[in-house]
T-cell receptor, first 114, second 111 residues
């Protein structure tokens, strides 16, 4: 079955630590996205990528970094510069990138601070 | 950044009731979408709307693209327990713009 796989489901970060969230898709989609979800708020775009080795900042990129070395993979690193990292992180892909409206989402990673 | 005003914030419904929710904006959109998110999962696309006045159904769900292009509505008829979750609207200003998301409407079934 095609889809998007995010791992881990739950992640804990210590003070000053960088952590990396994994996102893999086998849908053969060119565009991939990272969103942050906080309770009671809409999704906010962190980074997006239209093609391998290319990515663009979204609305809240500060404190985050990404890479796109393979079409299937778009990992997100939450750096120590992100002072409020606790949130639900969603990875998505689209066949109509980079501004495709029909997004396919993974199941999310809940990041919490220890 | 841009905001969509989605209301209500939450709804307590009884099984069998009809449900209505809406999104409004001060900007004109060329695309409106409705997604549903189950607890601990990612959102899933329910309905996509591309023309002002368009009315589209997906089973018991019906969504409309407002005539002014500044709003959209989602109706759910005869609600069932699996309808619980968070419903998000999302709008796109144009083909070169990223989606803008509403804050969601949380649907809860009264015991």
């Amino acid at each position: 079955d095609g889809g998007i796989t995010q791992s881990p489901k739950y992640l804990f970060r210590k003070e000053g630590q960088n952590v990396t969230l994994s996102c893999e898709q086998n849908l053969n989609h060119d565009a991939m996205y990272w969103y942050r979800q906080d309770p009671g708020q809409g999704l906010r775009l962190i980074y997006y990528s239209q093609i391998v080795n290319d990515f663009q900042k979204g609305d809240i990129a500060e404190g985050y970094s990404v890479s796109r070395e393979k079409k299937e993979s778009f990992p997100l690193t939450v750096t120590s510069a992100q002072k409020n990292p606790t949130a639900f992180y969603l990875c998505a892909s689209s066949i109509d990138g980079p501004t495709g409206e029909k997004l396919f989402f993974g199941s999310g990673t809940q990041l919490s601070v220890l | 950044g841009q905001q969509l005003n989605q209301s209500p914030q939450s709804m307590f419904i009884q099984e069998g009731e009809d449900v209505s929710m809406n999104c409004t904006s001060s900007s004109i959109f060329n695309t409106w979408l409705w997604y549903k998110q189950d607890p601990g999962e990612g959102p899933v696309l329910l309905i996509a709307l591309y023309k002002a006045g368009e009315l589209t159904s997906n089973g018991r769900l019906t969504a409309q693209f407002g005539i002014t292009r500044k709003d959209s509505f989602l109706n759910i008829s005869a609600s069932i327990p699996s309808d619980v979750g968070i419903y998000f609207c999302a709008g796109q200003l144009g083909s070169n713009y990223q989606l803008i998301w509403g804050a969601g409407t949380k649907l809860i079934i009264k015991p």
